[in-house]
């Protein structure tokens, strides 16, 4: 199991820019393909971004392609999710997910407590 917490989130005007970060502890997190998901009131959990153990493939939702970017550093033991051109569409409680494999949204392994991305017009 992988242990993940993250930060970052917070309030953004539409059109700002936001960085997310997801850490993680526990069992060797680089043998983890890792990504983002996101939930807005009412609505069901949805992809976001996968990354690949090594980072060398990446992952996105249409929705965000273009303005997210993942990334990851496994000598911190730490994921990021740039987001810019952010929309009120954007908000949301956002997770870290780590899953086996690296595809468009993976089944998950392990999941964080989320962090609150709200985004004002």
């Known amino acids: 199991q992988v242990q993940l917490v993250e930060s970052g989130g917070g309030l953004v005007q539409a059109g700002g820019s936001l960085r997310l970060s997801c850490l993680a502890s526990g069992r060797t997190f680089s043998d983890y393909a890792t990504g983002w998901f996101r939930q807005a009131p009412g609505k069901e959990r949805e992809f976001v971004a996968t990354?690949?153990?090594?980072?060398?493939?990446?992952y996105y939702a249409d929705s965000v392609k273009g303005r997210f970017t993942i990334s990851r550093d496994n000598a911190k033991n730490t994921v990021y999710l740039q987001m810019n051109s952010l929309k009120p569409e954007d908000t949301a409680v956002y997770y870290c997910a780590a899953s086996r494999i690296a595809t468009v949204n993976p089944p998950v392994h392990s999941w964080g407590q989320g962090t609150q991305v709200t985004v004002s017009s």
């Open positions: 990354i690949g153990w090594r980072g060398g493939s990446t």
